[in-house]
């Protein structure tokens, strides 16, 4: 399968949470029967799930942010979820390159929200990630 099949399943685990009211871990185990990752990609959407669940408030501030105008309650909440979750792996998970979370998040709009989403969503993670990198200097 692979971590962008495991993004899907953290996307379909929010948008459970968002709109339905789910329990993270009774909507993750929802979705994990449906897409029946591997022991890896189970973990890595466990880990990514509960990070976005757990710093929801820190990531909506720093879409809020990098947004302009554009309310977090007003983005599109496909939008918004895939946001969250590239923003925490941005913030959190160094073992991910930027680039490759940023490619994934543009990826995921495409086939959940539309080519605009495409766009927004990469301005405002490239925003983010220059932020981050201008953040932690040079190494």
Same mark, same amino acid.
């Given at each position: 399968m692979g971590r962008r099949q495991a993004r899907e399943a953290v996307l379909k685990t929010l948008f459970q949470i968002a709109l339905g009211g789910a329990k993270a871990e009774t909507a993750l185990r929802t979705v994990l029967l449906e897409d029946k990752l591997s022991?890896?990609?189970?973990?890595?959407? =466990?880990?990514?799930?509960?990070?976005? /669940?757990?710093?929801?408030?820190?990531?909506? &501030?720093?879409l809020q942010c990098f947004s302009g105008d554009w309310t977090v309650e007003r983005m599109a909440t496909m939008d918004r979820l895939i946001l969250r979750m590239a923003?925490?792996?941005?913030?959190? =998970?160094?073992?991910?390159?930027?680039? /490759?979370?940023?490619?994934?998040?543009?990826? &995921?709009?495409?086939?959940?929200?539309?080519?605009?989403?495409?766009?927004?969503?990469?301005g405002i993670l490239s925003a983010v990630a220059r932020a981050n990198t201008a953040k932690e200097g040079p190494h």
């Open positions: 022991v890896t990609d189970t973990l890595f959407a =466990r880990e990514v799930t509960n990070g976005v /669940v757990d710093r929801r408030d820190e990531l909506d &501030l720093l923003c925490y792996e941005i913030l959190y =998970r160094s073992d991910i390159p930027v680039a /490759v979370s940023i490619n994934e998040a543009i990826e &995921l709009a495409k086939k959940y929200s539309g080519e605009e989403a495409s766009r927004f969503v990469n």
